[in-house]
């Protein structure tokens, strides 16, 4: 296969760039840079299979060659980012979602998009199906984020109903694992690097909220199933082990051995109670379910910090 990989050089596609090559597939790699980093595609730029392509993809994408597949993963994820950034989260979810359907209709590409959970808001369900149909504020300060996807999932079907272009739509829920930002402002990456820094760990809310996290290498097997055995209609892939925010703060600190006191702060307006997905339609569609425990999980992202902040890397 050669595929298209936008948001190629960030932590989630980034990963999918190295089990694309591992499988001796072509990768283009596109992104502006703005909140991925060269350096966790520095290992795969001596790869002939492998190209590199900087550019912004709410600018016309073009792709000279055959494309077999389109995976769009650009946009910034995390809300550190996405507040920050917000009229350019609204136009990597609207005009380069549109974009990049463009080339997949142009090339016959099967077409996979990034979405997320937090297309169902702060849900009043739980675990959330794919049917439910989420509580999302659209003029909240999250909406900058949750809207775009939920445009960026309807644009997709409108491809696929229109030009008849075959798509996929991932609903990601919490992935964390190696090539997170320290400054990501996520809950797994902030704690472990206030550890291992002897920071105060900073807990948002009365700790209570729940999350479930999925290990990086378990997101990227669901994907390429995804794209290889998936329809048109929206797949949860996460993990459904629901813990409080305030366990995984504990854990960290287990883990790295750290003193640091875990010190609360106001929780951010129309932060999710709770977070937990219902992977039924995963299993039997694609036979996925997460294989890696959290504690491995976490050993393995917090064995990635120590040396990351070690080298001081870019």
């Not at 997709?156 to 090539?179: D, L, S």
Request: with cysteine; aromatic share 8%.
């Amino acid at each position: 296969m050669r595929v298209l990989i936008t948001g190629g050089a960030g932590f989630l596609g980034s990963h999918l760039c190295e089990a694309f090559l591992a499988r001796g597939d072509e990768v283009v790699c596109m992104d502006n840079l703005v909140t991925g980093r060269e350096g966790n595609i520095a290992p795969f730029r001596a790869n002939p299979r492998f190209r590199f392509v900087r550019h912004d993809v709410t600018q016309t994408i073009r792709v000279d060659g055959p494309v077999d597949a389109v995976l769009h993963f650009a946009s910034p994820a995390s809300p550190a980012d996405y507040l920050r950034l917000k009229i350019q989260t609204l136009k990597a979810g609207s005009l380069g979602t549109h974009n990049a359907l463009g080339v997949a209709r142009a090339k016959n590409a099967v077409f996979l998009l990034a979405s997320t959970s937090e297309v169902y808001g702060d849900p009043l369900v739980s675990p959330q199906a794919e049917e439910y149909w989420g509580n999302v504020n659209p003029v909240g300060p999250r909406g900058v984020y949750d809207e775009a996807k939920r445009f960026a999932e309807a644009l997709a079907m409108a491809y696929h109903r229109t030009h008849g272009v075959r798509t996929r739509i991932a609903r990601i829920f919490n992935t964390y694992g190696p090539r997170m930002r320290p400054d990501d402002g996520r809950a797994v990456c902030t704690f472990i690097t206030q550890a291992l820094r002897g920071e105060d760990l900073t807990l948002f809310g009365d700790g209570r909220q729940t999350r479930s996290f999925c290990y990086v290498s378990d997101l990227v097997d669901g994907l390429l199933l995804l794209l290889e055995k998936g329809g048109p209609d929206p797949v949860n892939l996460g993990n459904p082990d629901e813990i409080p925010i305030l366990q995984l703060a504990q854990e960290v600190l287990e883990l790295t051995g750290s003193r640091s006191r875990i010190v609360h702060r106001p929780g951010p307006p129309d932060d999710p109670r709770r977070r937990r997905p219902d992977i039924s339609r995963a299993r039997g569609l694609l036979g996925w379910e997460p294989r890696v425990p959290r504690r491995i999980g976490l050993e393995r992202t917090v064995e990635y910090f120590r040396s990351f902040l070690r080298a001081g890397s870019p």
